[in-house]
């Protein structure tokens, strides 16, 4: 795996950076490798550069999880001056030779630089006990949390647990191939044992640091969660699983030792605001600020140039009134934000919220219209979420983007009690009740399976936008006959693969390149030659 052997060499040195101030971009101290991992302020820093490399593949993870979820434009009826992206990808057009992602999706440099971590910290006898325990915590998770947006998206994939130019250098390119796990349960099982290692060094120690941007013990119980409800719901090499009984309990447990250790917050708008970084309801956040790094939502906001004023009908109020730069024409006063718009909702998820009554509507989507607003193509979208805050006259799209958080923890559980077979209606409810605010809200009564499943999903549609969960949820959760919910196209926004045709792909294609620069690497089922 040339690929992975060249990620291997990479790493020349380590950035020093304070990790109680910033996640900085830009290395204070050079260290080479000889007198590196010498102190404990080079292992913090170390680690901040861990969660630096992390933040870097915000929008990875975004394109793994909810790019192809069904509720994006793909080229036509877009607003204003707009080159909308990844039009395959949003198609479900995926082949070998066109597989959208590519090299593994770049994860295999920060697997390495975890595993240098990992090394290098187990032999740091300099370190306090305690603080070499915690140390090893974030680093199994944040291992674990690369391999499981791996195993998400490909299946089977090679495993490198170790830096071997340090431990192992090969000397011959066969020796630095690395082939995929013969089994999907043999990658599957590692994820686990990463989780369990995170969680036995964490040693019931639940510290947040960096207000939540680094990853803590609360980190790993949610992703913990999300790895057996994946594992007790989702075939495996083929067949239905056979631990989910188990693999169900180890997630509820899980999912609520975090419930009962976080808070909602009253107003969902409240939880995504720049100025309220790292707040009750966060779990852990990837980290951006205004001066230091901006996360990737300005290629959803209309350019500055477009004539908004074309647009007869607006519904919500401005952002703020008379902001500072902002046109008059432009309706989300967002002053310098975007520049052309990239990514597009389709208006028809948002027409799936009350719009009236939920606050999650406005708080994420900003709607606008033309004349007539009855035709569908006079009606459009752009999201409101993660629109950043003002630096100076421009806006700096700075806010934190979660990876978990409080109303997730409420319906993983859900869907952990649906498929034991109990009511997940309460924890339905109370995702609703904060959403809708003051509003009367629609109290959900506890249903069929199929029913609470789908009622579940919904939720978690309305709820996690741009937030890189739907494909993800897509596939592991279920219609009345086990099968993933990816099939069902009678449902609106919700089936996007034809099973009789498409079910291979659920997995994508692993590129050429990749496949020719390493003969051990096979291609994935349905792709060969595609």
């Known amino acids: 795996m040339k690929k992975i052997l060249n990620g291997l060499f990479l790493l020349a040195m380590i950035v020093s950076m304070n990790a109680c101030k910033k996640l900085e971009l830009a290395p204070e101290d050079y260290y080479a490798s000889g ?10 820093g170390a680690m901040v550069g861990l969660h630096n490399q992390l933040r870097g593949f915000q929008f990875t993870f975004f394109n793994l999880g909810e790019l192809r979820g069904g509720v994006f434009k793909d080229a036509t009826g877009a607003t204003g001056t707009s080159s909308l992206n990844s039009a395959a990808i949003i198609r479900q057009d995926l082949r070998e030779s066109a ?7 770049g994860l295999y440099g920060p697997i390495f630089q975890v595993n240098l971590f990992i090394y290098n910290v187990e032999k740091a006898d300099f ?59 043999e990658t599957l099982d590692f994820i686990k044992a990463d989780v369990e290692k995170s969680v036995t060094n964490f040693n019931a120690n639940y510290t947040t640091k960096f207000s939540k941007g680094m990853w803590s013990l609360l980190a790993t119980q949610m992703l913990k969660a999300e790895v057996y409800l994946w594992s007790a719901k989702v075939k495996i090499d083929g067949a239905a699983p056979t631990t989910t009984t188990a693999d169900l309990a180890t997630a509820r447990t899980a999912v609520e030792d975090v419930i009962a250790r976080t808070a909602k917050l009253n107003s969902f708008a409240d939880v995504f605001k720049y100025a309220n970084k790292g707040n009750n309801e966060v779990i852990f956040a990837l980290r951006f600020q205004v001066g230091e790094a901006t996360n990737n939502y300005g290629q959803f906001i209309y350019a500055q140039t477009d004539p908004m004023s074309s647009f007869v009908s607006v519904g919500g109020a401005p952002l ?15 002053a310098g934000g975007g520049t052309i718009i990239r990514y597009e909702y389709k208006y028809d998820l948002f027409a799936k919220y009350d719009t009236a009554t939920d606050l999650r ?31 100076g006259t421009n806006r700096s799209f700075a806010d934190d983007v979660p990876v978990y958080r ?36 629609p109290v959900y009564t506890n249903g069929s399976f199929e029913a609470n499943e789908i009622a579940i999903f919904e939720e978690r549609g309305k709820e996690f936008v741009a937030e890189g969960k739907r494909w993800y949820d897509l596939r592991r959760m279920q219609d009345a006959t086990g099968d993933p919910l990816a099939f069902r196209t009678d449902l609106p926004l919700v089936g996007v ?25 096979e291609q994935n089922p349905g792709y060969p030659g595609t």
């Open 35 to 44: 007198n590196f991992w010498k102190t404990a302020a080079q292992v913090d």
């Open 99 to 105: 597989p959208g992602i590519s090299s593994w999706a």
């Open 127 to 185: 370190l306090p006990e305690a603080d070499k325990k915690y140390y090893l915590g974030q680093a199994y998770g944040l291992r674990a949390y690369y391999y499981f947006h791996l195993y998400r998206t490909y299946g089977r994939v090679p495993l490198a647990t170790e830096p071997k130019v340090l431990t192992n250098t090969p000397t011959s390119a066969e020796q630095a191939y690395l082939a995929r796990t013969k089994t999907e349960k």
């Open 320 to 334: 703020t009134s008379d902001q500072a730069g902002a046109s008059a024409a432009d309706p989300l006063k967002v």
């Open 361 to 391: 509507a406005r708080a994420t989507f900003f709607d606008f219209y033309r004349t007539p607003t009855s035709t569908a193509t006079n009606k459009f979208v752009n999201l409101r979420k993660f629109l950043g805050t003002m630096d």
């Open 406 to 441: 409080w109303a997730e923890a409420l319906l993983i559980l859900a869907e952990i009690k649906n498929k034991q077979g109990q009511d997940p209606s309460a924890e339905i409810n109370a995702v609703r009740q904060r959403a809708y605010g003051s509003n009367p809200y």
């Open 497 to 521: 693969l034809i099973k009789a045709t498409q079910e291979y792909k659920l997995l994508w294609p692993i590129d050429r390149t990749t496949l020719n620069q390493d003969p051990t690497i």
